[in-house]
């Protein structure tokens, strides 16, 4: 089965900010950035998590970035973190250049679904 960025997005919406990086590594395993642009959950967090995964997934398939991924509303002023602030250095030193890009800061290795 492949997911779309437009399922990923419908994951995200409604659920706490503290399943977002799960539910991300769960799309991860089968999504295809090459889905229509999804529609904004005018959440900024998760409308930026859809584009930051959907960047990222291109980047490992090898396929190019979508150009919605780089619209304005679908990046974050600030940096996110869901972590701890202890670890807020070795996830940003670990962050995938995609996200960090977007204002994302989830070390890479929390990013794979087992």
């Not at 398939?61 to 972590?83: C, D, I, K, S």
């Not at 701890?84 to 250049?97: D, I, Q, R, T, V």
Request: avoid cysteine; charge should be negative.
């Amino acid at each position: 089965m492949t997911y779309t960025p437009q399922d990923l997005a419908d994951a995200l919406e409604g659920e706490p900010e503290s399943m977002y990086v799960r539910l991300t590594a769960h799309w991860l395993t089968h999504g295809d950035p090459a889905g229509p642009r999804p529609a904004l959950t005018h959440n900024r967090v998760a409308d930026t998590l859809v584009a930051a995964a959907v960047a990222l997934q291109a980047q490992r398939q090898g396929v190019p970035t979508p150009a919605w991924v780089n619209e304005p509303e679908r990046r974050l002023e600030r940096l996110w973190h869901p972590g701890s602030s202890e670890f807020f250095g070795w996830s940003l030193a670990h962050a995938p250049a995609e996200m960090k890009a977007r204002g994302i800061v989830v070390e890479a290795d929390s990013l794979v679904s087992v």
